[in-house]
């Protein structure tokens, strides 16, 4: 490109004036299209003036371009028929499509004849020889110079298909206001370089263009983590729950297991499940309750309430520890305990927020995930209300077929596992985990006899990814998502 410039300013110089381009093209064996690339950056720059002028012409489509070097269908029929006649079947054998095109092409302009005398029709010359006129036009458009082209003649070629008209620009040229030999690009930037050697004083600078448009900016997305979280708390939302504050992270190994009902010695507390912080390492004691410590450490040390308890030595060093939290329950032990302090009345808490378990990455595990929780709170609660919430809960999520299995967990009892059925997959799926809570749980924290509390809770990751196609967690949650999904993910609509 470089090359053109400099030749055509060179050009310009001697000639003043270049009458069109097209032609200057043509005599300098150059590619019209790059010429005007060319042209334009001049123009833009001031160094020529041009006139834009329109040429109506022709272009040869891609079945006339296989005529340019064998001749023209009938031509080519022509050539193959030998002096003494070929068979008809013989000859569209020999030639294919070409001689189906050019047989009747070659009979109209009277170049041979088909004789059906034998029975069998043979085609014969009847012309001693030939011009191939359409080849002959077809090489001159291709050349560049069918402007005159008869209209009989490019109407004829038209209607057979083998040239499309086209408008070509060309360009007369003329120096410019600022012509030179050689362009002198224009800096876009006043660096310090030219504020200390003074070149700035010399220096053509290219002119702002306030008008122009900047890149629009982009707007923010929504993780589908996000958008699945917006409905389930909607739906919470909608049946009267109240959300509880699950901003700490961080918690005290007494609310996180203690206060359910865990025993020190559970193998959830082992530190390959759960990760213990080492700065700060322990919550002091008396930051806790006293009162409230002191009857969970009875409840666990020798029951009550019906229970048994564990028989153990209940320590208070192991309740000091600090972790990052293994399940939102935490937050709803505070909640309860705090319920039962201020005075109990019904309640109906949710929480959806992040939870951490030292697990071992794969496809459906992760080290932290999201836990949705529900929890009712009132008096003379039992299992049919704990069912009976859990169908009205899951049918607005649109999963309308559950059942109930028995299942164990440390602070609920009864516990049951929720399966749905799915049409899509044609078989039942776990879909989260429920239970009652324990009165060694409850009557610590100092809730009436008579009141009951039922809890729910399940992933958020996993309706996520059934939602979204996705079969590995770590393309919906983590370093190894990618922005396009985020960019680019559909609505989410639960139970419609």
């Known amino acids: 490109m ?56 022709f272009a040869l489509t891609a079945e006339g371009t296989s005529y340019l070097e064998l001749g023209s269908p009938e031509a080519q029929v022509f050539s193959a028929v030998p002096v003494e006649g070929i068979p008809q079947p013989q000859l569209i054998q020999k030639l294919g499509n070409v001689g189906s095109v050019g047989m009747g092409q070659a009979m109209k302009l009277k170049w041979i004849t088909l004789d059906k005398s034998s029975g069998q029709p043979v085609v014969k010359r009847k012309a001693s020889e030939i011009t191939d006129g359409v080849q002959q036009v077809l090489q001159s458009i291709a050349a560049g110079k069918a402007e005159d082209l008869p209209k009989q003649e490019s109407d004829g070629l038209k209607k057979r298909k083998l040239i499309i008209p086209e408008t070509r620009a060309s360009y007369k040229l003329s120096k410019g206001p600022k012509f030179a030999l050689q362009r002198k690009r224009a800096a876009t930037d006043l660096t310090h370089e030219m504020l200390q050697n003074g070149s700035w004083r010399d220096q053509e600078f290219k002119s702002y263009n306030f008008n122009a448009l900047g890149l629009p900016p982009t707007g923010g997305y929504l993780h589908p983590l996000l958008k699945v979280r917006s409905q389930f708390r909607k739906i919470f939302v909608a049946m009267g729950f109240e959300e509880m ?61 019906g229970s048994i308890g564990y028989g153990y030595s209940w320590k208070v060093a192991e309740a000091e520890k600090n972790l990052l939290r293994t399940h939102t329950t935490a937050v709803s032990s505070r909640m309860l305990y705090k319920l039962a302090q ?30 949705i929780e529900g929890v009712v709170c009132d008096k003379g609660l039992t299992l049919r209300d704990l069912i009976g919430t859990l169908k009205m809960f899951f049918d607005r999520l649109g999963l309308k077929k559950l059942r109930f299995k028995p299942a ?38 100092g809730l ?49």
Request: glycine share 6%.
């Open 2 to 57: 470089a090359d053109i410039e400099l030749r055509l300013l060179a050009d310009l110089s001697e000639l003043q004036t270049i009458a069109d381009s097209l032609e200057y093209a043509a005599t300098r064996s150059l590619q019209h299209n790059l010429l005007v690339g060319v042209i334009k950056s001049l123009l833009a720059a001031g160094l020529i003036e041009g006139e834009e002028r329109r040429h109506a012409s």
């Open 245 to 305: 504050m699950t901003n700490a992270y961080v918690e005290n190994s007494f609310w996180n297991f203690d206060a359910l009902f865990q025993p020190q010695q559970h193998p959830a507390r082992d530190a390959h499940d759960t990760f213990f912080l080492t700065k700060p390492a322990v919550t002091p004691a008396d930051r806790l309750p006293q009162d409230y410590l002191q009857r969970v450490k009875a409840i666990h040390e020798q029951g009550g309430f």
């Open 342 to 371: 201020e005075g109990f009345k019904p309640a109906k808490y949710f929480s959806i927020d992040r939870v951490f378990r030292n697990e071992a990455v794969d496809r459906t595990h992760l080290a932290e995930f999201h836990q």
């Open 408 to 445: 164990y967990n440390p602070y609920t009892e009864p516990s049951m596992e929720i399966f749905s059925y799915s049409d899509e997959l044609g078989k039942w799926m776990e879909v989260g985990n429920s239970g009652m809570f324990r009165p060694e749980m409850l009557r610590p924290m």
């Open 448 to 496: 009436p006899e008579d009141v009951s509390v039922i809890a729910w809770g399940l992933s958020l990751e996993r309706p996520t990814m059934i939602l979204y196609g996705i079969d590995n967690i770590r393309d919906l949650f983590g370093h190894k998502v990618s922005l396009n999904l985020i960019r680019k993910n559909p609505l989410c609509r639960l139970g419609l």
